[in-house]
């Protein structure tokens, strides 16, 4: 999701990451673990579903939980 000259990406992980993406180059800017990849590809745990963002918040589940984090300063 792009905000201004910065991007909010969310991987497989679970981890939110705050980055600066241009033709030249990736800089991550900051990373937050949101929640524990649960569910299982061959190999490895994976969290598959898509966050949501909505009033400054993203809110993100596994198969377990459901989190809502504040991107509110």
Known sequence: ????????LF?????????RLTPEKY???SRAHL?????N???RAVVWS?????NHC???RNDKEIVCVSLAK
Do not use: Q
């Open 35 to 39: 929640l524990e990849a649960t569910n």
């Open 41 to 43: 590809d061959p190999g």
């Open 1 to 8: 999701i792009k905000n201004g000259e910065r991007y909010f």
């Open 11 to 19: 991987n497989e992980k679970g981890d939110l990451i705050i980055a």
């Open 50 to 54: 898509h966050p949501a963002f909505a």
């Open 58 to 60: 993203i809110y993100a």
């Open 27 to 29: 800089e991550e800017i």
